[in-house]
């Protein structure tokens, strides 16, 4: 079936590098997707990668996929305290399936 | 252009009510789908749309309908409120489903509570 599984928290300093991690089932799936959700907000697409692609990298953020495990991940170098948000990732086969969330917290 | 556009942003239903979420999109999308968002649980999918006059059911459809009239609108019906349908809901819609290279676009969502 499908699914997509990601740890639920993850703290860091400001200025360091950030990894949301994320495995996924469905090995059929063409886009894998990463959307930030701000408080109160909706969701916003932040990048996405082709699963023919092993890496993806757009200004701050470089996603790794590796197929063999079915892992997914989004780091974000120079994290902000304008980062600190709920990361979703999510698969997509003939609709989106998310996971559950982690929820980023950059401190001083 | 205004993206996916969904009414109202806030909601009080009392048990047994019924309502409509009303959801828009200006973009030619085929593709809508409603997700409702719990705490710790992701988003899940209700119901989606393939085009107008086409609509499946997702992970939880139960307590929820839905139509595709028209490629603009998706509309999500309450039947029968009940405290465990308390949640945020959100639309989105995608030029096609499981092909989408710019994502699915999101409305801002529509906080539901029901007392």
């Known amino acids: 079936g499908e699914d997509v599984e990601q740890s639920l928290f993850l703290s860091v300093r400001e200025g360091d590098s950030s990894v949301i991690n994320c495995t996924y089932t469905d090995s059929s799936s063409t886009y894998l997707y990463w959307y930030k959700q701000e408080p109160g907000a909706g969701l916003q697409l932040l990048t996405y990668?082709?699963?023919?692609?092993d890496m993806k990298q757009d200004q701050r953020l470089t996603v790794l996929l590796n197929k063999k495990d079915k892992h997914l991940s989004l780091r974000i170098a120079d994290t902000q305290t304008g980062d600190s948000a709920i990361y979703f990732c999510a698969e997509s086969i003939r609709k989106l399936i998310f996971g559950a969330g982690t929820r980023l917290a950059v401190h001083p | 252009n205004a993206g996916v556009t969904q009414t109202p942003k806030f909601q009080v239903l009392k048990t047994g009510q019924s309502m409509t979420l009303q959801c828009a999109q200006d973009m030619n999308h085929e593709y809508m789908s409603w997700y409702r968002q719990d705490p710790g649980m992701g988003l899940r999918l209700i119901h989606y749309?393939?085009?107008?006059?086409?609509?499946d059911q997702g992970e939880v459809p139960n307590g929820y309908n839905v139509s595709r009239s028209t490629t603009e609108d998706f509309p999500l019906r309450l039947l029968s409120a009940a405290p465990s349908q308390t949640s945020v809901y959100f639309c989105?819609?995608?030029?096609?489903?499981?092909?989408?290279?710019?994502?699915?676009?999101f409305g801002s969502g529509t906080r539901l509570t029901v007392v």
């Open positions: 989105a819609s995608s030029y096609a489903p499981g092909q989408g290279a710019g994502g699915y676009t």
């Open positions: 990668i082709f699963s023919n692609m």
């Open positions: 749309s393939v085009g107008a006059g086409i609509t």
